[in-house]
């Protein structure tokens, strides 16, 4: 029988940091295995019930995101759609939600004044450039109804988080992604989750089901332990959140500190309140979406722009409406009150239904007292170690970060140049 392949790189953690990582340096010659104890997708995977598939809250690909760039060099088709219409809501009343200058102008939900100066920011925003925080350029503005918008398409784009410490330069590269539109996926981002791993798989790549204890470094490169297993590679890409990398090596070696403390410290997590439910009927159908000008709160009906039933030939109908309250705690009837406005009566419907109080959304905070997304732990670690996900490197934020950094991290150790060096 001839030998199994030994690895010349292992990938730590199978989200879509890890399986980007793992295919490009496939793609790059490296013969590469996937440690995670989960099945892969970690927080992209989506769950069935009730004949729905459900994402863990809500996920909107950015189209112009390096996440979406590089799914399409890839050539994975990724069917599906953006939600319509959109609805401002403010007290108890809904308006529609200004999605460009001419919308605006009609905005019954904002003060006329507030209309005229938000046209301008949106004309002006693909050439603003600001430093410091958010909070300190939003209050820069005008009317309170242009502050009270700029912060709900704050938390609407970045998923909230300390707007006195957001970075301003993030907030804005961020609002410019949103304009550019959001996707909804057909099948949830478990299509996406599929998509990448069966391309892994085809480019040689293998999964075990291994949770990594500890990292030092090896005669070869880099030694990883698991219960049951251990490998010696040239190449390791830790594609786990920061502060799970730095229990891999808590101690300094004996041949140097990995800096993977210092870089689990300069990550920071935001987190979000969440309220999934999959209703059998959905009372309003004109009303899938309503962004709140004044709680940090807002709903989708994400079925109304993707297949979402598991089984599309199924004549019953499968509503999956996300809710989510940014910065928690919030109290699960704060997200069901939203709710009721939106869709009066949907709790006649309810065939599942999940609450999360805290769900961490990612790892990447910009904090523009530590340099915005400059300040967020490098991608290169030490010769041959790299770190990936949504908490790493110098781009993007959410999906695109994950992406963007893995696809550093095959550049640090694999240049492209140095394809046949590979394996
Ligand atoms: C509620 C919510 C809403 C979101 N909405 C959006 C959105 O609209 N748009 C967007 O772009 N992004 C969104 N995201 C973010 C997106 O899901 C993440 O950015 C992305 O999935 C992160 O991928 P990752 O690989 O960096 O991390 P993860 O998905 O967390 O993957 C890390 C993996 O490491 C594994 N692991 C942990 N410890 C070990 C170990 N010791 N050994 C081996 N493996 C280990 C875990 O099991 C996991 O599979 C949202 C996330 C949430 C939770």
Redesign the pocket.
């Known amino acids: 029988m001839p030998e199994p392949t030994r690895p010349s790189a292992l990938v730590?953690?199978?989200?879509?940091?890890?399986?980007?990582a793992a295919l490009e340096l496939a793609q790059r010659g490296a013969s590469v295995e996937v440690?995670?104890?989960?099945p892969?997708?970690?927080?992209?995977?989506s769950r069935t019930h009730a004949g729905a598939i459900v994402?863990?809250?809500?996920?909107?690909?950015?189209t112009a995101?390096a996440?979406a760039r590089h799914f399409a060099h890839l050539g994975l088709t990724l069917e599906g759609g953006s939600p319509a219409p959109l609805l401002l809501r403010r007290g108890d009343a809904l308006h529609p939600f200004p999605t460009g200058a001419w919308s605006l102008l009609r905005c019954s939900g904002l003060a006329f004044p507030a209309r005229l100066e938000l046209a301008g920011v949106l004309l002006r925003l693909p050439r603003t450039r600001a430093e410091g925080s958010a909070a300190a350029w939003i209050d820069g503005h005008d009317h309170p109804d242009t502050r009270a918008f700029l912060r709900a398409l704050a938390r609407l784009s970045c998923?909230g988080g300390d707007l006195g410490r957001m970075d301003v330069g993030a907030l804005l590269a961020q609002l410019r992604q949103a304009t550019a539109g959001?996707r909804y996926l057909d099948g949830g981002?478990q299509r996406l989750v599929d998509a990448l791993s069966n391309r892994a798989r085809a480019a040689g790549v293998v999964f075990a089901r291994?949770?990594?204890?500890a990292l030092r470094p090896s005669d070869t490169g880099w030694r990883v332990e698991?219960r049951g297993a251990v490998r010696e590679v040239p190449h390791v890409v830790l594609?786990?959140?920061p502060s799970?990398a730095a229990?891999?090596a808590p101690e300094p070696t004996p041949h140097a500190e990995l800096p993977l403390r210092a870089a689990a410290a300069r990550a920071e997590a935001v987190e979000?309140a969440?309220l999934a439910v999959v209703l059998g009927e959905l009372p309003r159908r004109r009303a899938p979406f309503a962004l709140d000008l004044e709680r940090p709160l807002y709903a989708s009906v994400f079925s109304n722009a993707a297949e979402l039933r598991l089984d599309p030939t199924d004549p019953r109908p499968r509503h999956v409406v996300q809710v989510?309250a940014y910065d928690p705690p919030h109290p699960v009837e704060a997200l069901e009150a939203h709710l009721d406005l939106l869709q009066p009566g949907w709790r006649a419907h309810v065939l599942f239904r999940r609450f999360?109080p805290a769900?961490?959304?990612?790892?990447g905070f910009p904090d523009h007292t530590r340099g915005g997304l400059a300040g967020r732990p490098p991608v290169a670690l030490a010769p041959g170690l790299a770190l990936?996900?949504?908490?790493?490197g110098s781009e993007g934020?959410?999906?695109?970060?994950?992406v963007a950094?893995?696809l550093a991290a095959a550049d640090h150790l694999l240049p492209a140049r140095a394809r046949s060096d590979a394996a």
């Open positions: 730590v953690g199978a989200g879509l940091a890890g399986l980007t440690w995670d104890p989960a892969p997708g970690g927080r992209a995977r994402d863990l809250g809500p996920h909107a690909l950015y995101g996440a998923y959001v981002w291994h949770a990594a204890r698991a594609a786990l959140p799970r229990e891999l979000v969440s989510v999360a769900l961490t959304v990612h790892h990936a996900g949504d908490g790493v934020l959410l999906a695109d970060a994950a950094s893995a």
